[in-house]
């Protein structure tokens, strides 16, 4: 893996009044990783989040997305990003072509090259039939497989994954886990959360935030052994039960 | 006894297109603890609000602690505790005020069942002035659990308690509902998490609306139909393509650190000339070891 660094985050912090949510944060992510952000819940994963997908202002730190500047360049930030959540992907009541053409006219595609790239998705994906039929008639696991295709039609430098397989059956969330290894070996960096420490297996590192600050951060492997764990249950267990804070 | 019994029963919606519930049947003991496990959109919460007297069955019956779904609604009612996936309490209202409207509408109040509930309230009784609009997730939770229980119910139902809910407050979770059981109190659970599986004395795996195991955990773990072996090695991306593309491998799904695998023609040396097919790969460090099944491994064999 190249060692190209797309992710730069130095001391950043959001406060909200005295409640500091994300306190003085510094890591790197680099180009086509699969970098796991794990946390407890009210652990400050969606403000930090936020902040990197240039949607919320630090209150103070820096930080460089995809080479972009997180307080001048928000703008620029949300052009190189794909984004995707369990709790917001796709448009139901729109067709899946309505979709398709939907976002890849958000994320700026110019109408030749979203014909060719919905062609291409379509076939990928094996979609040919429903083309014309709502997003709400798809089982589950299509639309979770259409959302993901449809956050990197664009061709990100990174996508942002927000706990995207969850409540998803065991078989589809591996097919998921399938489509995130292929972006990441076409050089897609993934940023994800998730609650399924399997998942987190998958990871080429993971961060562990705890209270608003990340606690730990290293590879799975190096994690068990650090903290003489079996699994990566045990890690999180280990890290987060001394957690305070009990937010959402 | 048994506390609820469903039969044959199916529910249909959008005019019967759509088959949310298709011919199932299931019985929950007096006092068990029995988890019903399946994915998002395999019917589980329909089931609830059919057992909870909130839906019509269009096909079959069911019967909760002897009472019909159907002709005796009313008395269901007073009888059962149901915490819905989605958090059904008043926004507006404080914690205190959200049990206490509870403990009202049920004829009772908070003090007249402390007992039950006081080993969770004491955990939100600092914030009983906040709104539940501004509890955290974990909280939240705790006082649906709590507004649930006020009436002293017979039978809890609880549709996926633990989602989007961090291990640790899963686990804090399941230790309460260890507690209540304990209490004599009878608990339908559904969750989409498999690893609670093995927390439940007994469980439904459901999937498309059909329920495809009934039975204890344990036992479902041994109707497991091949011998499970977990895989290793330096590249887990390429292991898991090469050994789809093995004529050796029955089956290879990726399971965190490792990825399970069953063998065709399983003999004393298939992992042998497993490990040599891989080396001539180029695959490194390679690892393999006989395990026994877990709840998720038996659900992906069942769906298959």
Request: glycine content about 8%; hydrophobic content about 40%.
């Amino acid at each position: 893996m190249s060692k190209e660094v797309v992710i730069k985050t130095d001391k950043l912090t959001k406060k909200f009044g005295d409640f500091i949510a994300t306190n003085s944060i510094s890591f790197e992510v680099y180009k086509g990783e699969i970098f796991g952000f794990l946390g407890a819940n009210g652990a400050g994963k969606t403000t930090a989040m936020k902040m990197l997908c240039g949607l919320s202002r630090p209150s103070s730190g820096e930080a460089m997305i995809a080479g972009f500047d997180i307080y001048k360049q928000t703008e620029e930030i949300k052009k190189s990003i794909g984004y995707m959540s369990q709790k917001f992907s796709l448009y139901e009541d729109l067709t899946v072509k309505e979709n398709i053409d939907f976002f890849g006219g958000i994320y700026g595609l110019r109408s030749e090259d979203l014909k060719a790239k919905r062609a291409e998705l379509i076939k990928t994906l094996g979609l040919e039939n429903e083309v014309n039929q709502l997003v709400s008639s798809l089982p589950l696991g299509w639309k979770q497989k259409l959302a993901f295709s449809v956050a990197v039609i664009h061709d990100p430098k990174i996508v942002f994954l927000d706990e995207p397989t969850g409540g998803v059956d065991p078989v589809t969330r591996r097919q998921f886990w399938d489509l995130i290894y292929d972006a990441s070996s076409r050089g897609i960096t993934i940023f994800v959360t998730t609650h399924y420490m399997d998942e987190a297996e998958y990871c080429n590192r993971i961060s562990m935030m705890v209270d608003g600050e990340i606690k730990a951060l290293d590879s799975p492997f190096n994690l068990k052994k650090q903290y003489g764990a079996d699994t990566m249950d045990e890690v999180f267990y280990e890290l987060a039960r001394g957690a305070t804070r009990k937010g959402d | 006894m048994n506390m609820v019994e469903v039969v044959d029963v199916v529910k249909t919606y959008n005019k019967g297109s759509l088959t949310a519930v298709d011919q199932v049947n299931f019985s929950v003991k007096k006092g068990e603890l029995f988890g019903l496990i399946g994915p998002d959109g395999a019917g589980k919460t329909t089931i609830f609000r059919i057992l909870t007297t909130l839906l019509l069955p269009n096909q079959g019956s069911a019967s909760v602690a002897g009472l019909d779904v159907v002709k005796d609604y009313k008395q269901i009612r007073k009888m059962v505790g149901y915490m819905p996936g989605k958090f059904s309490l008043y926004q507006d209202l404080t914690v205190e005020e959200n049990l206490n409207f509870f403990a009202s509408v049920f004829n009772t109040s908070i003090a007249e069942n402390y007992d039950l509930i006081k080993d969770i309230y004491v955990q939100i009784e600092p914030f009983k002035d906040r709104r539940a609009g501004k509890l955290s997730g974990g909280m939240k939770q705790k006082l649906a659990l709590c507004c649930a229980l006020i009436h002293k119910p017979e039978i809890l139902f609880l549709d996926e308690p633990t989602t989007g809910v961090d291990v640790v407050s899963r686990k804090e979770f399941w230790d309460m509902l260890g507690r209540l059981k304990d209490q004599g109190i009878t608990i339908l659970v559904s969750t989409p998490y498999m690893d609670e599986a093995t927390l439940c004395e007994r469980i439904a795996l459901i999937q498309n609306g059909k329920i495809m195991s009934v039975e204890t955990p344990d036992e479902i773990i041994k109707q497991y139909p091949d011998p499970l072996f977990a895989i290793k090695a330096s590249n887990m991306g390429k292991l898991l393509i090469d050994l789809r593309n093995n004529p050796y491998i029955k089956t290879c799904n990726a399971f965190g650190e490792f990825h399970h695998i069953t063998f065709n023609n399983l003999s004393d040396s298939s992992m042998e000339i497993l490990v040599k097919s891989l080396e001539n790969q180029n695959h490194k460090e390679i690892e393999i070891n006989p395990i026994t099944p877990n709840i998720e491994d038996c659900f992906i064999n069942l769906m298959n």
